[in-house]
């Protein structure tokens, strides 16, 4: 008899083949039959028709800190995903000495805009070397498997101290000590090795990250620590400011290495060219032979604008600002009284302010063309006629005053969405071709970061529910292709043969969904991070049931409060 059998499903298995009706068993923590009419089961689950797939395999988030204390890891973990990589964009707490714990913190604050409170309070800090990391991660009993990759910023400022904050050239010395610590990781269990090369990762003060400039001579020795190591990969996120300059080493990279390079792959309304030359450059780095990939999202990059979040277009106003520490009850009296909303509408952006924000979000102050009514269900694909500046010109009103009486109406719960990247066009077409472009990899949901601005950890779900299911605006994309890209081929990306498809002897983690059902909320914030901090979450209908390792860990909707995740150690 089977543990488990889900009764008359459709399966879509990760594979990118069609989806089939049948049954699927499974006994202990494997899959042991699809298709088909399976055996009795202990327990058996009345599919009716509905989804079942492999659960997510998320290989871009930002748990790092947020899994040493939170053993559930929403909002992932509540939209299907069952792994999650983090260790991205070259930010992380591994290695670490005593003396550079604030820094680091800092550091995630403001790459990642978590909260540093939350951090202080929620990090225990026992652990030096990467290695004792994972050993931390190893110990906590958690509902969904996670694994991590080396950053190259706490590496660097380990090997480096000030001298890395501070953003000064690697000795030979230096590199010599990152290039054995990145080995040891990878041998450790490290998925690969990040770094980060944007103007748009700052830190709290307004600096640019430690390995923003690091130079060719220590890129190699990070190169040759995956070489030896014979797994992982260099994940990248870079501004291409000089397309040809970064590719040129990037193939260095690679072929020094022998490892794949994988970097967010994203278009800028500013430089219409730019998507179209990285894109004939990897091209042309695959015709040498060299992995280089795109890691691309399923909606635009962009940020949520509210008077509940961090950011909105008043926040970069010193009267405004004033107010932003109250609690929003008594914000919204300060913002209703007719003399204060005089005095912040009369203001300017201040340059104090705008310097503290990466460059592209800077746009929040006057482009009032680019922000979009969200609305409920949220709405990723605005039309112009959704925009603040349209939404005012129809109301015979100044965007600016449009915009403030929107957002103080309403308890301060509503939201614009801001895209800041791959929505050029006003559609989702320029995403529509990468994320059908045989050289990209999916991913970019940022689970655990950007906490009081993003919250694409609910991805997943979007991309069933938009791309699949529900988009008007231009083609939609196949089922089993959608779920290929989230299961099957992330994890192959990773190295992770025993998951990401629902086969005989691979591990039980899947999901069941009702796609008609199914249905990710407007966004909204919560409190229930370490010292008080806050995060956006999506709550969202339509999982059946999301099981790990072959235990249910929700269902509809709730957890179960089993325990069945591990940490992964990568080979």
């Not at 990090?123 to 009993?141: A, I, K, Q």
């Not at 400011?241 to 193939?251: G, K, S």
């Not at 998951?499 to 691979?506: D, E, K, N, V, W």
């Amino acid at each position: 008899m089977h543990d488990i059998v889900f009764r008359d499903a459709l399966i879509v298995d990760g594979t990118g083949a069609a989806p089939f009706a049948g049954d699927l068993a499974i006994e202990s923590d494997r899959i042991v039959q699809v298709g088909g009419r399976a055996a009795a089961g202990r327990r058996e689950v009345r599919a009716g028709g509905r989804l079942v797939t492999p659960g997510w395999v998320d290989i871009h988030t930002h748990y790092d800190g947020q899994a040493t204390w939170d053993p559930v890891l929403r909002p992932s973990s509540n939209h299907g995903v069952t792994t999650v990589i983090f260790g991205n964009c070259g930010v992380g707490f591994a290695p670490a000495r005593r003396e550079h714990h604030q820094a680091l913190i800092d550091l995630m604050e403001g790459v990642e805009e978590v909260p540093g409170v939350v951090f202080t309070e929620g990090l225990r800090w026992d652990w030096e070397s990467f290695g004792e990391y994972l050993d931390t991660l190893d110990r906590m009993p958690r509902t969904v498997d996670v694994g991590t990759q080396l950053a190259h910023h706490p590496l660097r400022v380990y090997v480096m101290g000030e001298r890395a904050i501070r953003r000064e050239a690697a000795t030979a010395e230096d590199i010599a000590a990152m290039e054995r610590l990145a080995a040891e990781a990878l041998r450790a269990g490290a998925f690969g090795i990040t770094t980060s090369r944007t103007d748009q990762h700052m830190t709290r003060a307004g600096e640019q990250v430690p390995g923003r400039y690091s130079d060719h001579a220590e890129l190699m020795g990070l190169a040759r620590a995956l070489r030896a190591a014979g797994r992982g990969a260099l994940g990248l996120n870079a501004d291409f400011e000089d397309v040809d300059a970064e590719f040129a080493w990037m193939r260095d990279f690679a072929r020094t290495s022998g490892r794949p390079l994988y970097f967010l792959h994203f278009d800028r309304a500013h430089d219409r060219a730019r998507l179209p030359r990285i894109t004939a450059a990897i091209r042309a780095a695959r015709a040498e032979g060299l992995v280089l990939t795109g890691q691309v999202g399923g909606r635009p990059a962009g940020l949520l604008l509210g008077l509940s979040t961090d950011l909105n277009p008043f926040i970069l106003r010193e009267s405004f600002a004033e107010l932003a520490t109250l609690p929003l009850p008594q914000r919204l009296v300060h913002l209703r009284d007719p003399a204060t909303r005089a005095r912040i509408l009369a203001e300017e952006a201040s340059p104090r302010l705008l310097r503290l924000l990466p460059p592209l979000s800077r746009f929040i102050a006057t482009r009032w063309e680019g922000m979009f009514v969200l609305g409920e269900p949220p709405d990723y694909e605005p039309t112009a006629e959704r925009s603040i500046a349209a939404m005012a010109e129809r109301a015979g009103r100044t965007p600016q005053d449009y915009c403030y009486d929107y957002l103080t109406a309403g308890e301060g719960r509503r939201m614009l969405f801001f895209p800041l990247a791959n929505y050029a066009t006003g559609d989702h077409a320029v995403i529509r071709d990468l994320l059908c472009d045989p050289h990209t990899v999916f991913g970019l949901s940022d689970g655990g970061a950007h906490c009081g601005s993003i919250c694409d950890g609910a991805i997943p779900t979007f991309m069933l529910t938009h791309w699949v299911r529900d988009r008007a605006r231009g083609p939609r994309l196949p089922l089993e292709f959608v779920v290929k890209r989230m299961t099957g081929e992330t994890a192959d990306f990773m190295g992770l043969s025993d998951r990401g498809r629902l086969a005989p002897g691979l591990k039980a983690d899947l999901n069941l969904i009702d796609l008609a059902g199914l249905r990710a909320h407007h966004p909204e914030m919560v409190a229930d991070l370490p010292a008080g901090g806050r995060r956006l979450i999506q709550r969202v209908d339509g999982y059946g049931m999301t099981m790990v390792s072959g235990l249910p860990v929700f269902e509809e909707g709730e957890e179960t409060g089993a325990r069945p995740g591990v940490l992964l150690r990568a080979g």
